[in-house]
T-cell receptor, first 112, second 111 residues
């Protein structure tokens, strides 16, 4: 099994719908992150969490929310999806005091 | 405001030759720099890193150079192999906070 698992792998949704992307990890890391990848823009940070009670906004948090349900689970929600949220979304984890990120395989989201 | 920039979206080299991928940054507070490699349908994987107190770090065929005065780092791959074909992301962080990534450079190594 993968260390960082993202579900679903692919999703097509309609404008205005609420959608949740889920991430779970078996690394035992305290820190978890959500990034989105867009062509020409690389990976941009949406939200991050340094422990279960800690949630922080990243560069592009508008239109998104997150929930850290447990050390191992960090979900990303789009409350009302819009087409410019079409992107590849990555979850990542890292240990406290460590710099190596472990990424999931990504969720490709298309908003039509 | 992109604090980490990779100005070359793509690079093509011949197998056996050197690949040089470049990265510039604007935030002088960054104290650690990393390179990640990404294959299609997979998440990025860590490749090599360098602390701001060093100017070079080497790991096998991969070497990262840091020029703090120019706010520039580069990744050298020697010799390049077809399996190195991937997208390479430069990343930077300070005080072990969240990491900022560049836009990526797609490297193609031709046999």
């Amino acid at each position: 099994d993968a260390d960082v698992t993202q579900t679903p792998r692919n999703r097509i949704t309609k404008t205005g719908k609420r959608i949740m992307l889920e991430c779970s990890q078996t690394k035992g890391h305290d820190r978890m992150y959500w990034y989105r990848q867009d062509p020409g823009l690389g990976l941009r940070l949406i939200y991050y969490s340094f422990d279960v009670k800690d949630i922080n906004k990243g560069e592009i948090s508008d239109g998104y929310s997150v929930s850290r349900q447990a050390q191992a689970k960090f979900s990303l929600s789009l409350e009302s999806a819009i087409p410019n949220q079409t992107a590849l979304y990555f979850c990542a984890t890292s240990p406290t005091g460590g710099l190596g990120y472990t990424f999931g395989s990504g969720t490709r989201l298309t908003v039509v | 405001d992109q604090q980490v920039k990779q100005n070359s979206p793509s690079l093509s080299v011949q197998e056996g030759r050197i690949s040089i991928l470049n990265c510039d940054y604007t935030n002088s507070m960054f104290d650690y720099f990393l390179w990640y490699k990404k294959y299609p349908a997979e998440g990025p994987t860590f490749l090599i890193s360098i602390s701001s107190i060093k100017d070079k770090n080497e790991d096998g065929r991969f070497t990262v150079f840091l020029n703090k005065s120019a706010k520039h780092l580069s990744l050298h791959i020697v010799p390049s192999q077809p399996g190195d074909s991937a997208v390479y992301f430069c990343a930077a962080t300070y005080n072990n906070n969240d990491m900022r990534f560049g836009a990526g450079t797609r490297l193609t190594v031709k046999p």
